[in-house]
């Protein structure tokens, strides 16, 4: 069960003018206090206290495509592409979610996204959408395009990835840590190279650089054209 606060231990690990925001798949989409958090990363991420040094805290629960940020059901994609947490400046064309647009943290304030202390959130994409082909935002738990300085940490994902798109130039993603998580069933064409995280090339541009990856746990993975 989740911890029950008393004064002044609820968990708050933000540095510099950064803030704690809380979110829980049950919830009724608060204020992103612990008390009342907000039910989806959308709302936290989208959130005008989410500065550099900020903590976005995920509590016990299962969050599933009912809470992804982006969500496209056009058929330019062929199908539906999901992203349950999208960091990245969305510019709302040809998708079901709105424009919206997320900050950088800095090398001294990282933003993070991560377990609360004592919980297991899960991200649950599994049976989110059917798809035969591999696109960037399509199996992605975790999208993260052209931002840099993020950090997620002690997530259970299971269905998708983490998917680190290069940008555009000028605008690279890089600094990025992904650390202490467990994603497993992940079933998807292995020519798209399935595993923990996927790292695109980016045409034009020098693209991705300075991830860490590590206390990672991987399993369960398959490649739908192997028997």
């Not at 798109?165 to 190279?193: F, L």
């Amino acid at each position: 069960p989740e911890p029950t606060p008393t004064p002044g231990d609820v968990v708050c690990e933000a540095t510099g003018s950064g803030s704690c925001l809380y979110i829980s798949p049950t919830a009724a989409n608060g204020n992103g206090s612990y008390e009342n958090p907000y039910r989806t990363f959308y709302a936290a991420l989208t959130d005008s206290r989410l500065v550099p040094g900020s903590v976005v805290y995920a509590m016990n629960g299962r969050f599933t495509a009912d809470h992804a940020m982006v969500i496209s059901r056009n058929p330019y994609f062929d199908g539906d592409r999901i992203a349950m947490i999208g960091i990245t400046d969305m510019d709302g064309y040809l998708v079901d979610t709105p424009a919206y647009s997320v900050p950088n943290g800095t090398a001294t304030n990282p933003i993070t996204i991560t377990a609360y202390p004592g919980t297991n959130p899960v991200i649950d994409m599994r049976g989110a959408y059917i798809r035969e082909d591999f696109q960037a935002m399509s199996h992605s738990a975790v999208y993260i395009e052209g931002k840099s300085h993020w950090i997620i940490d002690g997530l259970t994902i299971y269905g998708g990835m983490v998917n680190i798109a290069g940008g555009t130039d000028g605008q690279y993603s890089h600094d990025i840590t992904i650390r202490n998580n467990t994603i497993a069933d992940v079933e998807i064409d292995g020519g798209d190279n399935p595993g923990l995280v996927r790292i695109d090339r980016t045409y034009g541009a020098d693209g991705v650089y300075n991830v860490l990856i590590e206390g990672n746990t991987l399993h369960s993975i398959y490649d739908i054209n192997q028997t």
